[in-house]
């Protein structure tokens, strides 16, 4: 078997716990560096999934170049420029710049002084921000998405994609159970949506009917609203809600992203946590919700060709989500008797990631439960599965606060956290 190339876990240990994805929306940044350093964040800003829609161009030589540039071109919706260390001539220049820029351009400073009298400076001179260097790729993504934020955002949901590494892992009854587990044991509301338009199984695991489906809101294109999903989500006690598949074979997966992703912006609005539900296989369809995920939970049982894919998907996922922590690796079905298996020592060695949380197999609590309607979490929370699903949403819960929702610190608190 050929060995998988191992992620470094130091620098996997340094990305910080994913919170609600920020994503700019379809602007134009022109950036000016000085550093070297500089120029490597901003080409990494440029690289990230949540800048899909904003074109970035960065170019060397600070305010100078900038001056000289917008004085002969239009200006960028946002400007980015890296200062030096004299702050005797900082402001005149940056009066310059801002002669050369129309007002309505929105400038960003990057510099090395930490000093609380010069932010002020710099805002009464119409500067939109000012960020203390060093400065990671998210914390300036997040600048750039705070400053088209023209609404107060009380809550906004962490969203998890489930994906399997091969067919009848276990991916989808895992993540019904997860999302179940969110909602009635770790007391989150959780909206759940099954995006395996051809076959998907929660609403009939469930015994629901559904009248309106993801292929209804995804129809809704940009005039869906959260008035509109609520009335097409089925709601169960405890605070757990589903968005149910069409489980139709025509018309499937032939949606434009940005309806999807308008499906998810909303959907963030109306829970804690929303689970997404993928259909196994990779395919553009797939691949699209990678970039919108908060986090991942890739599926896998505990055999070589789960091993093979799960080496590429890792590997894949580290190159269109370079600023994200990895995927968390979940086994399922282990401990099948006369069956083997790949070890799971072996298994995450293999990945050079750790496993989260292996899931036993346990054919006749499953079979029973879905027979008569249920998900395993309904029939027996206490039984090992159901306390290994409980592990998984733990985990995901353990990401936020003590309402269920992620704590953002404002920009005033990061930037006086930098100051001092």
């Known amino acids: 078997m050929a060995k998988f190339e191992e992620i470094d876990k130091t620098a996997a240990a340094a990305i910080s716990a994913p919170s609600p994805a920020s994503f700019v929306p379809q602007i134009t940044i022109g950036a000016f560096t000085l550093t070297d350093a500089m120029h490597d964040v901003i080409t990494a800003v440029a690289a990230d999934r949540r800048m899909s829609r904003a074109s970035v161009t960065c170019s060397r030589g600070g305010i100078d170049a900038a001056i000289r540039k917008y004085a002969e071109q239009f200006a960028p919706t946002v400007l980015l420029v890296e200062v030096g260390d004299d702050e005797a001539t900082l402001m005149a220049e940056l009066d310059s710049l801002a002669e050369a820029c129309p007002p309505e351009t929105l400038v960003v400073v990057l510099g090395a002084c930490n000093d609380v009298r010069l ?48 067919g009848g892992c276990g991916s989808s009854t895992l993540a019904q159970n ?17 995006f395996d338009l051809a076959g998907g199984t929660a609403a009939l695991r469930l015994d629901l009917e559904a009248v309106a489906t993801v292929k209804s809101a995804l129809k809704e294109g940009g005039r869906l609203d959260r008035a509109a999903l609520d009335r097409m989500v089925l709601r169960k006690d405890g605070g757990f809600a589903l968005l149910a598949s069409p489980a139709d074979l025509t018309d499937i997966y032939n949606y434009e992203t940005s309806d999807i992703r308008r499906l998810i912006d909303v959907s963030r609005g109306m829970a804690s946590h929303v689970v997404l539900d993928l259909p196994s296989g990779w395919t553009n369809y797939v691949a699209g919700f990678m970039e919108l995920a908060d986090q991942i939970v890739l599926v896998a049982t505990p055999d070589l060709v789960s091993l093979r894919n799960c080496g590429r998907i890792v590997a894949l996922l580290r190159k269109v989500r370079p600023n994200d922590p990895p995927p968390r690796v979940v086994l399922s079905q282990t401990g099948i008797p006369r069956n083997q298996q790949v070890p799971p020592q072996q298994f995450a060695k293999s990945l050079g990631l750790t496993i989260s949380v292996e899931v036993p197999f346990d054919a006749a609590l499953f079979s029973a439960a879905e027979n008569e309607g249920h998900l395993m979490m309904q029939k027996a929370p206490g039984s090992l599965p159901g306390r290994r699903v409980a592990m998984i949403a733990s985990a995901l819960n353990g990401q936020t606060d003590g309402r269920g929702v992620t704590a953002r610190p404002s920009m005033m608190n990061r930037l006086f956290r930098r100051l001092h």
């Open 119 to 166: 932010y002020r400076d710099m805002r009464r001179a119409g500067i939109s921000e000012y960020l203390v260097t060093p400065v990671t790729p998210l914390d300036l993504i997040e600048t750039l998405a705070a400053l088209f934020e023209t609404d107060v955002v009380e809550k906004r949901a962490n969203v998890t994609a489930f994906f399997g590494a091969r």
């Open 178 to 194: 997860t999302a179940l587990a969110l909602a009635s044991t770790c007391h989150s509301p959780t909206l759940l949506i099954d």
